[in-house]
């Protein structure tokens, strides 16, 4: 069983890796992926919440929702991906 704090540790690693900071932005949709099914649902909520800590900007388009990461929330950020990589 994964902790919210994982998943969120997940779905941030993903951005750092591909290097997803401020005007970097990706599909809010290719988050959830690489979730098994039954965490797809858990994994959006997370991604909610990254958003109201301000860790995640959203950013609108005629194609969907972009997403991007605050790089002023580095050390929250690292802590998340640290604890996603700890599980692993």
């Known amino acids: 069983m994964w ?3 994982e998943i969120k540790g997940k779905i941030l690693h ?3 890796r591909f290097g ?9 949709e290719h988050l959830q992926s690489g979730f098994p099914k039954d ?8 991604v909610a919440e990254l958003k109201k800590e301000n ?6 388009t005629g194609y969907g929702e972009q ?3 605050n790089l002023e929330k ?4 690292m802590k998340y991906v640290e604890i996603f990589l700890k599980k692993e």
């Open 3 to 5: 902790t919210d704090d």
């Open 14 to 16: 993903k951005l750092v």
């Open 20 to 28: 997803k900071f401020e005007a970097s932005h990706t599909a809010i």
């Open 39 to 46: 965490m797809v649902g858990r994994a959006k909520e997370m």
């Open 55 to 60: 860790i995640l900007f959203s950013k609108k």
């Open 67 to 69: 997403v991007s990461m």
């Open 74 to 77: 580095r050390d929250t950020i």
